[in-house]
């Protein structure tokens, strides 16, 4: 219970989710990695791996210096697991910039890259794919760019 003013100082949501096919990359690894929902493993996420995937749920969590802010899953339910994604806030993301430069701005998708949003271009097939805006910007080739996560 607060009475008054509270101030926490925390840059994303994320909740616990299990991760499917880590491609053996591990914890450090996976941060900043875009994930979809597991069509095959209810309850869990994997590493995206198609451009304007539906399924896109959120970014693990701490890439950049940028650690998870507030946490959250439920122990013993399918509403918890052993990474930390972000599905809310400002994170870092894994991009490739090789499918068009990132600008500020832009709206971001995920890639056929393994774990990497890059940028929407065709808004149509966008739909109900974006990850959120970018924040930052990355003119080629592969790297972390501060996104505004609003899943649309």
Do not use: W
Not at 47 to 75: H, W
């Amino acid at each position: 219970h607060v009475n008054g003013k509270l101030t926490v100082t925390v840059s994303d949501f994320a909740e616990r989710f299990n991760v499917n096919g880590f491609y053996n990359l591990g914890k450090e690894e996976m941060k900043g990695m875009l994930l979809v929902i597991d069509e095959n493993n209810e309850g869990d996420l994997k590493l995206c791996q198609t451009a304007y995937d539906r399924k896109v749920a959120g970014i693990v969590s701490g890439a950049g210096g940028v650690n998870t802010g507030l946490l959250m899953g439920e122990p013993n339910t399918l509403a918890d697991g052993n990474i930390p994604v972000a599905i809310s806030g400002r994170v870092y993301c894994q991009v490739d910039a090789n499918y068009g430069a990132i600008e500020i701005g832009d709206f971001l998708t995920t890639s056929p890259t393994t774990g990497h949003a890059m940028k929407v271009k065709d808004f149509e097939q966008a739909q109900g794919a974006i990850i959120g805006k970018a924040m930052t910007s990355l003119k080629e080739g592969k790297g972390l760019v501060l996104v505004l996560i609003s899943m649309q």
